[in-house]
């Protein structure tokens, strides 16, 4: 069974003289989501949940080819990037993505 490490990347953070002061909704309705998985679906298998502010770590993002929160990165790799054509993580292809890992 091979471990599956969720990176969830939110409107938050400081670098340098920057700061983040406001909210993001789409980023709690992401939150929530990875929530009820790791709670309902991912129970008692081994996946991790990480929870990071995006702007100490826009740099890894960058790197990843994401640069608008929230974003999900799933064993490095890019899962979900915020857009506005695709607001809302889609919650059964990152289940099913997840279960793949876990089984591969």
Do not use: Q
């Not at 409107?11 to 909210?23: E, N, P, R, S």
């Not at 992401?30 to 996946?47: A, H, Q, R, Y």
């Amino acid at each position: 069974m091979a471990k599956v490490i969720i990176e969830h990347f939110y409107w938050a953070g400081k670098w340098g003289l920057f700061k983040i002061k406001t909210h993001c909704n789409e980023c709690d309705l992401t939150n929530s989501i990875l929530d009820s998985l790791m709670k309902k679906e991912f129970k008692g298998k081994s996946v991790e949940l990480v929870v990071k502010p995006w702007l100490d770590n826009w740099i890894y993002c960058l790197f990843r080819s994401t640069w608008h929160p929230p974003i999900i990165i799933v064993n490095g790799k890019r899962f979900f990037n915020h857009s506005h054509k695709n607001p809302l993580v889609n919650r059964n292809k990152l289940r099913n993505y997840v279960l793949n890992l876990i089984k591969a």
